[in-house]
Every structure is written in structure tokens, then in C-alpha cells.
């Protein structure tokens, strides 16, 4: 029950060239608009939390896609697939530029999020079957190249164009590059490939999507809305019921469109565990320092984005070296060096002040990201090294699902610690402030006090959820002392016969 064969004797370089053209501007598209959705609102006269659903809305559909990429990547061709995903994504590139109105803007970049859902699960299966185990990890060394340089320049080059040009151009520069990738795929992109005729089972796609769905918006507004507003917990409640039963009706259908039982192998298992924790702990800079620098210090967009800059650069340029050294070292002590240096990062991050310098932030930022590039790659690659190849397509879209849903947990959850811990300090720091006040104020120093001790507890909190993201990393630490360089593991006879019999008797059904 072979994924594709994909496997020769040479890998296809160009298919995988092709491919990780198309995924490098689908994934840096995902980030470039954040720093943009304040110019949108003011372009289309649309309330924040309005044009909060171009971000909100994408990470949605990538949540409702992904888990069903694993049944697409088994039904379908490599050429097939790619060629649709990489065109929606265009027309939705189109769309969104040239829009009129909101709405229009909003299809749009929901016609991109499912396009661009199906690329990063494909390019990745197709680094899997296309190299030995013994070079895996330099070829998943180029794919962490995409998967982590892409969002990280992103809000760079966002800020500059923001600040320069009209939020439009953002779709513009994207839009011929996307248009000449499918042309060539359309004409370049070859694979041979078994045909499975396996059929979707509607109910697990529903079921995936109201679980995986509303787990995503539930937490996603927990942090804006807090966590007693109808709209999170009824949708984590329908979220987390709906999860249970796709997970259940997985496990007894003859042909799951995700199988779970990829985590009967250990290291697979190790390894979502340890990029799950992960994940969370790395939205800790990614959410808390932009509101630092902009909010507290009052630092441009673009400066803002040059910031982590440098950091974006050394990742790339680690991406492949961490892949070779992976091959050669294996991912334990890459993962344990890596997860030290963030460890370390991530507390100096934790004593942030008023007058904090901007080089300071810069050598940190880059130090945490020179850490995070020895870990996610080798930690992910280690865990799909054990899964037998027919698991592959499900091994990646369970990473990537999961992925989404924990970085939506981590958000959440910083969020609202950094909030309630900035109204403990206002507090402390009004009541501290009112003993060392000895006459009455006037109206511009008492509203020079309130705004101090508005910015310092802000810090504060900001400070906590930083050492809330160090106690999480620690854990990710723990867990990596426990990994193993593994092999592929071949199915049992049973098990294959078993296989073999669900596969049979879904495409005669």
C-alpha cells in the first residue's frame, strides 16, 4: 500500500524544486498580511475584529484541510494535487488583490488558505518518500528552509511595503510568481503513481472539521474575548465532542482519513509531544514581543520586523547544516543543545524593562532562533523516520493539524496570562504609587502616572508569560533526553493482511 513511488533510484529533484517554490510563497502569503490589517480596516472602514477574520478565517481553513491532506495525498497524484492547491491559491491571490470590497477580500484569501493548506503535508510526504533514511535529514533540512524562512521574513517585508506602498502590493508581488509556478508545474511536473481508488468518508471530514475547527476559533478568541464568552467555550465544547468522535470513528472504519494509531510508535509519539509543547512556548516571541515594541517602546512596524531580521537570516542559513548534522548526530542531542539555548533566551526575555535596548532585543531574538533551528526539524524528521511508509501521509498531516491547534492553545494561553497578570500589577503599582504621593496632583502628572503604570504592568505581564513559556520549553526539554534514532518499523503479516482486506473492501464499496 505504497503512498507513491516516488522512491527511485534518483530523488526528483525537480518536482521537489517545483514544489518548494509553491510552498515558500503560499506560507510567506500566511504571514505577510498581519502587519497590513490595520490599513486594510482603514481602507474598507471595517471594525478590528472584522478584518481580524483575513487571519482568523485562513488559520481556520488550514485547520479544517490539513487533517483530510492525508486521504487527498493517497487519492490523488503528486501533479494532480499540486496543481489544484497552487491554483486555488493564484486565483485567490487574485481575487484578494484586485478586490472591491471586504467580502470579496475575505473570499479570497480563504480560496488562498485552501490551497495553500494542502502544500506544506505534500512537500513534505514527497521528502519522505524520495529519500533513504540516511539523507532524510538533509532533504527535511531544505523543507525547514520553507517551512521556517518564509513566515519569519514575512513580517519584515510587510512592514516595508506597508509602509511604502498600498497594502495591495502584498497580492501583487505574490500573484505573477504563483501564476509562472503553475505553468511550469502544468507542464514540468511528472510523478508515477499507483491509483487508490479510497473514497472519503463524509462524516469523519465533518466531524474533523467541527472538532479540529472549532477547537482552532475557541481558542483563537479566548485571548481577545476571554474565556466566559458563549462564542469559546460552546465552541470548544463542540470542538472537543466532535474531535472525540472523529477520533473514535477513525479507529473502527476500514480506511481512517487519519489514522491515529501512528502514535503506537513511540518516537512518532516522542516527537508530536515534544513539537507540540514546543509550539506553544515559541508563540511566546512571536506574539509578546511585537506588542512590546510597538505597544511599550513605540517602535515602527518596519523596525519592528528588521528586528527579527537577523534571526530569520540564521535560521534559514541552520535549516540544511541542521540537517546534516542530524544525519550524522541523529536529533537527541541536537534537540537537547537547541532546547537549552531557547530555555536560556527565553528567560532573559523574561526581564524586559522600560529602557530594554533595541540590540539587546536583536542579539536575543537571534540567539532564540539560532536554538529553535536545531530542534524542530531534527525533532519532527525523527519521529515520520519510525512510521512505515503507507503512514507517512498521515504522519505528516498529524504533525501539521497539530501544529495548528497547539500554536492557537499557546496564543491563548499567553494571552490571557499576560493580560490578568498586567491588571495584578496596575493594581500593586496604582496602590504602591498612591503611598509615595504626598500632595494632590495635577491633571497632566496624574495622567503621566496612570500611563507609566499602564506601560510597567504591561511589562510585567509580559515578563510572566515569558517565564510561563521557560517552565513550558523545560518540558520539551525533559521529553527530548528520550529520544531515539530510529528505523523505519515494517507492519506486522497480520496487520498488512488486515490492511490489505480494509483497503479492499473500501474500493468495492
Known amino acids: 500500500m505504497e503512498t507513491s513511488n516516488l522512491d527511485t533510484k534518483k530523488p526528483p529533484y525537480g518536482i521537489i524544486v517545483i514544489l518548494l517554490i509553491g510552498a515558500f ?5 500566511e504571514t505577510l498580511l498581519n502587519i497590513a490589517l490595520p490599513s486594510i480596516k482603514s481602507s474598507f472602514d471595517v471594525t478590528m475584529p472584522t478584518v481580524q477574520w483575513l487571519a482568523t478565517g485562513y488559520m481556520l481553513v488550514n485547520g479544517v484541510m490539513i487533517p483530510a491532506t492525508a ?30 470590497e471586504y467580502w470579496v477580500l475575505l473570499v479570497g ?16 510526504n514527497v521528502m519522505l518518500t524520495s529519500f533513504p533514511i540516511e539523507k532524510r535529514g538533509a532533504a527535511m533540512g531544505l523543507f525547514g528552509l520553507v517551512m521556517v524562512f518564509a513566515p519569519a521574513i514575512g513580517p519584515t517585508l510587510s512592514g516595508w511595503i506597508v509602509e511604502h506602498y498600498s ?16 505553468i511550469i508545474a502544468f507542464f514540468l511536473l511528472k510523478d508515477k503513481k499507483e491509483k487508490m481508488q479510497i473514497k ?60 491515529f494509531r501512528v502514535y503506537k510508535y513511540p518516537m512518532f509519539l516522542l516527537s508530536s509531544a515534544i513539537s507540540v509543547v514546543l509550539m506553544m512556548a515559541m508563540f511566546s516571541a512571536m506574539l509578546l514581543l511585537p506588542m512590546y515594541i510597538q505597544q511599550i517602546r513605540g517602535i515602527s512596524p518596519l523596525k519592528s520586523g ?24 541523529g536529533g537527541r542531542v541536537l534537540a537537547i543543545i537547541g532546547l537549552s ?39 519532527m524528521t525523527n519521529g515520520l523516520n519510525q512510521l512505515p511508509q503507507r503512514l507517512n501521509p498521515h504522519g505528516t498531516a498529524m504533525n501539521n493539524t497539530l501544529q495548528q491547534v497547539s500554536g ?7 494571552i490571557t496570562i499576560m493580560t490578568n497578570r498586567s491588571e495584578t500589577h496596575a493594581n500593586e503599582l496604582k496602590v504602591s504609587a498612591m503611598k509615595k504621593i504626598t500632595g494632590a496632583l495635577n491633571p497632566a502628572q496624574l495622567a503621566e502616572m496612570k500611563q507609566h503604570i499602564g506601560m510597567q504592568a504591561m511589562v510585567e505581564g509580559i515578563n510572566d508569560s515569558f517565564k510561563i513559556s521557560v517552565c513550558i520549553a523545560l518540558v520539551a526539554l525533559i521529553l527530548a533526553f528520550f529520544m531515539k534514532r530510529v528505523k523505519p518499523v515494517g507492519d506486522p503479516p497480520q496487520e498488512i493482511e488486515n490492511n490489505q482486506a480494509f483497503t479492499k473492501q473500501a474500493t468495492e464499496s
Not at 201 to 226: N, P, Q
Not at 235 to 241: A, R, S
Open 167 to 182: 497594502w495591495r502590493t502584498l497580492f501583487h508581488i505574490v500573484m505573477p510568481i504563483a501564476i509562472v509556478v503553475v
Open 341 to 379: 539555548i531557547t530555555i536560556i533566551t527565553t528567560y532573559f526575555f523574561s526581564t524586559l524593562t522600560l529602557s530594554t535596548t533595541y540590540t539587546e532585543l536583536i542579539l536575543l531574538y537571534t540567539a532564540r532562533m539560532f536554538g529553535m533551528s536545531m530542534v524542530m526539524m531534527p525533532v
Open 200 to 259: 472519503l468518508d463524509t462524516l469523519s471530514f465533518i466531524l474533523s472539521s467541527l472538532g479540529f475547527g472549532g477547537i482552532l476559533y475557541g481558542f483563537s478568541s479566548a485571548g481577545d474575548k476571554g474565556w466566559d464568552a458563549p462564542q469559546v467555550y460552546l465552541t470548544l465544547i463542540v470542538g472537543g465532542i466532535s474531535l472525540i468522535l472523529f477520533i473514535w470513528r477513525q479507529l473502527v472504519i476500514p480506511v481512517p482519513m487519519l489514522e
Open 306 to 329: 528588521l528586528m527579527m531580521l537577523p534571526g530569520a537570516l540564521l535560521m534559514g542559513f541552520m535549516s540544511p547544516i541542521t540537517g546534516k548534522l542530524f544525519d550524522k548526530f
Open 109 to 124: 484569501r480563504l480560496v488562498q488558505a485552501s490551497g495553500s493548506a494542502i502544500m506544506m503535508p505534500l512537500l513534505m
Open 25 to 29: 510563497i503560499s506560507i510567506l502569503n
Open 408 to 414: 492557537a492553545i499557546g496564543s491563548a494561553l499567553l
Open 71 to 100: 486521504f487527498l495525498i493517497q487519492r490523488f497524484s503528486v501533479r494532480h494535487l499540486f496543481l489544484v492547491a497552487m491554483s486555488l491559491f493564484t486565483i485567490g491571490t487574485i481575487v484578494a488583490g484586485f478586490s472591491p
